[in-house]
Nanobody
Framework: QVQLVESGGGLVQAGGSLRLSCAAS????????LGWYRQLPGKQRELVAQ?????????ADSVKGRFAITKNSAQNTYSVDLQMNNLKAEDTAVYYC???????????WGQGTQVTVSS
């Protein structure tokens, strides 16, 4: 079992920056990848960025060069930060932290945090 607690998000003007954080707890040694998805009303969740335990990163094309994901896996901790720069109105969505376990059999979601970018 893995629990995810998100923080950050909020309202920002276009061109501004926000930072999202996600802290995992529970069976940390089972986590293979930790990252962020986002969802607009009526649409499926889409990957924004994720980082694997061996530090491989994956980004949506729409955020490359603007967003950066970093991992902290020091002793007894496992968390990720998503630094979002040069935000655009189309980045407005609910952002969810997501954990994938080794073997891909299980995954876990955070409760979601709203990001609103005003144009």
């Amino acid at each position: 079992q893995v629990q995810l607690v998100e923080s950050g998000g909020g309202l920002v003007q276009a061109g501004g920056s926000l930072r999202l954080s996600c802290a995992a707890s529970g069976r940390l040694f089972q986590i293979y990848a930790l990252g962020w998805y986002r969802q607009l009303p009526g649409k499926q969740r889409e990957l924004v960025a994720q980082v694997t335990r061996d530090d491989r990163t994956d980004y949506a094309d729409s955020v490359k060069g603007r967003f950066a994901i970093t991992k902290n896996s020091a002793q007894n901790t496992y968390s990720v930060d998503l630094q979002m720069n040069n935000l655009k109105a189309e980045d407005t969505a609910v952002y969810y932290c997501h954990a994938v376990l080794f073997g891909g059999s299980n995954d876990y979601w955070g409760q979601g945090t709203q990001v609103t970018v005003s144009s």
